[in-house]
């Protein structure tokens, strides 16, 4: 599968900003998707991932309450709608695919997404 995220840019704290991540290839629905991001001189991590049929999400302590996860099969694209949007946001944000066969598991390591989009920057200024 071939995953291209789009939707980053410049916004003010407090402001909101949706990624989107567009797949092709394979069944998008035979995968769990997820979101990372990658501040400069830190490692890359979690924000949110969903489940095959979109009914089960998971979210870093981070961002709970603040972000959206979610996914249109039909569409073939996986969304992040981020509001509330703080300094520490400040990142370049990934979309990531991994082909399972559990319907309602969401995954939460980089190890265990085997694709990997291009990467898109997400800039919070105050």
């Known amino acids: 599968v071939q995953l291209q995220a789009s939707g980053g840019g410049l916004v003010q704290a407090g402001g909101s900003l949706k990624l989107s991540c567009a797949a092709s290839?394979?069944?998008?629905?035979?995968?769990?998707m997820g979101w990372f991001r990658q501040a400069p001189g830190k490692e890359r991590e979690i924000v949110a991932s969903?489940?095959?049929?979109?009914?089960?999400?998971y979210y870093a302590d981070s961002v709970k309450g603040r972000f959206t996860i979610s996914r249109d099969n039909a569409a073939n694209t996986v969304f992040l709608q981020m509001s509330s949007l703080k300094l520490e946001d400040t990142a370049v944000y990934y979309c990531?695919?991994?082909?399972?066969?559990?319907?309602?598991?969401?995954?939460?390591?980089?190890?265990?997404?085997?694709?990997w989009g291009q990467g898109t920057q997400v800039t919070v200024s105050s």
């Open positions: 969903i489940n095959r049929g979109g009914g089960t999400t």
């Open positions: 990531a695919a991994s082909p399972t066969a559990y319907i309602r598991r969401t995954f939460s390591r980089a190890r265990e997404y085997d694709y």
């Open positions: 290839g394979r069944a998008f629905s035979d995968y769990v």
